[in-house]
């Protein structure tokens, strides 16, 4: 039972820094940047690169977060801002076409090998039945602190306030005399450096590799939509409910249905899995359950 927890928790780390940029911006933008995923990727690869050019982890992770951050400015400057022009699908489509040159860059540059870190070999910690990595510790307590920070940047500084508001009702929000554009490629540059810091954080328990962010896309749209799209905070919540059930499927046994000793779903059926969940979800709560995103300011 308490393994299952931790190994939800691992799970919920990987999805909730992606799914809760991926939700920031979106109640903003009010489309969904199918590229925001790779964002993840591309962080995972900086990370590896600022590396081998002889920084420490942390510093390469920085690094690789700010480059991110840029990234997603110059793209929604350059490319969403006048996609949105022509409608919130036309956008949504140009953001998938936006993905697929990312990784068509990216594999020009790195190759098709995943990229491994090289960190030193952490202890692996086991109480009872609980086994747990040091670096699976650190990528919780990181991902755990980001939020904390992120919640206290949204909800008790002036310019929290102001991306509340402008998520609210945005020409009462120009009105009020902010300044939306600004706004608008602050929380670009803030959610490209949080999916960069999440793809890093995954790569530092695996590798970094091509298809990182064609694997998060699935289960990070369906957080983001669980928690009510433009929910930060409800993205999180909607990443523990999509890392419970692939938990769920891959840990179950059902040997005992088929009089056999062990009998595990196999790992494809993950997406499925969760999918359901979402479709179960939504038929009920067509918004999200946690459709009340921050209206009041």
Known sequence: MFQFIVDTLIRTADLSLVALGLSLVYGLVRFANIAHVQYAMVGAFL????????????????FSALSCGVLAVLLHHWVFQRL?????????IGSLAVSMVMIALMLGVEGSAPVSYNL????????????????????LVSTAAIIVIFNFLLFFTPQGRSIRALASNRELAAASGLNANA?????NMISGMIAA???????????????????????VLAAAILGGLGN??????????????????????????????????????INA?????????LL????GLFNREVRRV
């Open 232 to 269: 930060p905070m409800g993205a999180i919540l909607g990443a523990l409910l999509i890392a419970v059930t692939e938990t769920l499927v891959t840990n179950i046994n059902w040997g005992w249905l088929y009089g056999e000793d062990m009998v595990f779903m196999p790992t494809t059926w």
């Open 84 to 92: 949105m022009g022509a409608g919130a699908a036309n956008a949504m």
């Open 183 to 187: 706004i608008i490629h602050t929380v």
């Open 273 to 281: 899995a969760s999918f359901v969940m979402l479709l179960l979800a």
């Open 284 to 287: 009920l709560r067509p918004y």
């Open 197 to 219: 810091v999440g793809g890093s954080l995954i790569a530092m328990n695996g590798s970094a590799y091509i298809n990182q962010g064609n694997d998060l896309m699935l289960p």
């Open 120 to 139: 030193p070999i952490g202890s692996t910690w086991q109480w009872g039945g609980i086994r747990i990595s040091a670096d699976e510790c650190w990528s």
């Open 47 to 62: 990370t590896a690169g600022g590396m081998k050019m002889g920084m420490p982890f942390p510093l390469a992770v920085l």
